[in-house]
T-cell receptor, first 111, second 114 residues
C-alpha cells in the first residue's frame, strides 16, 4: 500500500531561519514524489517533483530511498512562504497517475 | 487561458438531497480526479478517470458517483448515501503519461449540508 506521512501538522519558524518540512513514505517500488503548496486563497499548485531535481522559490527536496523520506528544505525562510504544504506520492505502472497525499503541514513564518 | 474550472464555489445541500459538482478543463488532459480535503486529513481520492467513458473508485468512493462522457468534463455527484458530505472538494487533471508530471487543480467547491 502507498502511504505518505507528514508528522507535523503545524510548523512555525522565524523569518531568515532554516525550514524543514518532513515527509516519509511507504511504498515497495520506485516512487515519484512531489511537494504541493496552497497559499491563502489560492489553488493547490505543484511546488517541485523529485525527478526534476530542481529548486523552486529556494526550496529543495531530496529523495532518500534508504530512509523513505522526501523532506522539503529552505535555508532562509521568507514571510511569503507561509502556506499549507502537502507531500504526495505516485507509484507503479497502474498507479502512475494516482497521487496519494499526506495530511499536510501548515507553515507559518514569523516576522 | 487554459485551466480547470469548478462550479459552484459554494454549495448548500439539505440532508437527503443529491448534488452535482461541476469540473471542466480545457487543457486537453486525459486524466481527471476528484479529491476531498478535510482539515488534518489531507486530500483523499474519491474517483478518477484516465480516459473518456472509464473511471475507477478511489479510497473513499462510497456515497459518490461520477461520469466521464466528455474529455473536458468530470462531474461528481454527492448522493444522500454519503454520511458526512460537508467538505472542500477539489478536481484535478493531468496528462496521461507513463510518468506522473503532476496535477493541475481547480479552485474547489465547498459543500455544506444544512
Amino acid at each position: 500500500a502507498q502511504r505518505v506521512t507528514q508528522p507535523e501538522k503545524l510548523l512555525s519558524v522565524f523569518k531568515g531561519a532554516p525550514v524543514e518540512l518532513k515527509c516519509n513514505y511507504s511504498y515497495s517500488g520506485s516512487p515519484e514524489l512531489f511537494w504541493y503548496v496552497q497559499y491563502s486563497r489560492q489553488r493547490l499548485q505543484l511546488l517541485l517533483r523529485h525527478i526534476s531535481r530542481e529548486s523552486i522559490k529556494g526550496f529543495t527536496a531530496d529523495l532518500n530511498k534508504g530512509e523513505t523520506s522526501f523532506h522539503l528544505k529552505k535555508p532562509f525562510a521568507q514571510e511569503e512562504d507561509s502556506a499549507m504544504y502537502y507531500c504526495a506520492l505516485s507509484g507503479g505502472i497502474q498507479g502512475a497517475q494516482k497521487l496519494v497525499f499526506g495530511q499536510g503541514t501548515r507553515l507559518t513564518i514569523n516576522p | 487561458d487554459g485551466g480547470i474550472t469548478q462550479s459552484p464555489k459554494y454549495l448548500f445541500r439539505k440532508e437527503g438531497q443529491n448534488v452535482t459538482l461541476s469540473c471542466e478543463q480545457n487543457l486537453n488532459h486525459d486524466a481527471m480526479y476528484w479529491y476531498r480535503q478535510d482539515p488534518g486529513q489531507g486530500l483523499r481520492l474519491i474517483y478518477y478517470s484516465q480516459i473518456v467513458n472509464d473511471f475507477q473508485k478511489g479510497d473513499i468512493a462510497e456515497g459518490y458517483s461520477v461520469s466521464r462522457e466528455k474529455k473536458e468534463s468530470f462531474p461528481l455527484t454527492v448522493t444522500s448515501a454519503q454520511k458526512n458530505p460537508t467538505a472542500f472538494y477539489l478536481c484535478a487533471s493531468s496528462k496521461r503519461q507513463r510518468r506522473n508530471y503532476g496535477y493541475t487543480f481547480g479552485s474547489g467547491t465547498r459543500l455544506t449540508v444544512v
